[in-house]
């Protein structure tokens, strides 16, 4: 059974910083790009950053660029998302995804198969 499981999302203070986690089981993570995505309340799922199989390409939305970075350790079955210089307006339930698809990677169109739970993140002094 596939599951991805995130934590690390706390109430952060504007200009804070965060590490959350993805935890990733029943199905080989080193195969497949991953996506992190967001939902702010009241809005649609946004797309934040990807990262393919073996991590050495990235890509990111502008409103994130050069203050998140998103990596992944293959040997323990983990993705992250590294946020600094956090603003109100990344206050969102973050999860996520398994990449089925990629339709178009630097504009951020995926299609995924499954995705996590998410983990709420609070940017608020």
């Known amino acids: 059974e596939v599951q991805l499981v995130e934590s690390g999302g706390v109430l952060v203070q504007p200009g804070g910083s965060l590490r959350l986690s993805c935890a990733a089981s029943?199905?080989?993570?080193?195969?497949?790009?991953m996506s992190w995505l967001r939902q702010a309340p009241g809005k649609g799922p946004q797309w934040v950053s990807a990262?393919?199989?073996?991590?050495?390409?990235?890509y990111y939305a502008d409103s994130v660029k050069g203050r998140f970075t998103i990596s992944r350790d293959n040997a323990k079955n983990t993705l992250y998302l590294h946020m600094n210089s956090l603003k109100p307006e990344d206050t969102a339930l973050y999860y996520c995804?398994?990449?089925?698809?990629?339709?178009?990677?630097?504009?951020?169109?995926?299609?995924?198969?499954?995705w996590g739970q998410g983990t709420q993140v609070t940017v608020s002094s």
């Open positions: 995804g398994r990449v089925r698809t990629v339709v178009a990677a630097a504009e951020g169109l995926y299609e995924y198969d499954y």
């Open positions: 029943g199905f080989t993570f080193s195969s497949y790009a």
């Open positions: 990262i393919n199989s073996g991590g050495g390409t990235t």
